[in-house]
């Protein structure tokens, strides 16, 4: 199925969570922040979040430095 990452089109597999997905792209999940069609997901969701045809993420990491 088809999403939006971070603006640019990705394919995943059918019935992936968002836990899923940052397990693909190799993000550890304690370090980012996820939304998923204009709607911030929280960490203790990730898990339970499936995507959807056509859903748009957002998944931004933080980096620390000074």
């Not at 995943?12 to 969570?17: F, Q, R």
């Not at 996820?34 to 056509?54: F, M, P, Q």
Request: glycine share 16%; proline share 3%; net charge negative.
């Amino acid at each position: 199925m088809k999403i939006t990452l971070n603006g640019e089109a990705r394919e995943v597999p059918e019935g992936l969570t968002v836990e899923g997905l940052l397990g693909e792209i190799g993000l550890k999940e304690p370090m980012v922040a996820t939304e998923v069609n204009l709607e911030i997901v929280v960490r203790a969701d990730r898990a339970g979040k499936t995507l959807r045809e056509g859903d748009q993420v957002e998944v931004v990491s933080f980096v620390g430095g000074g």
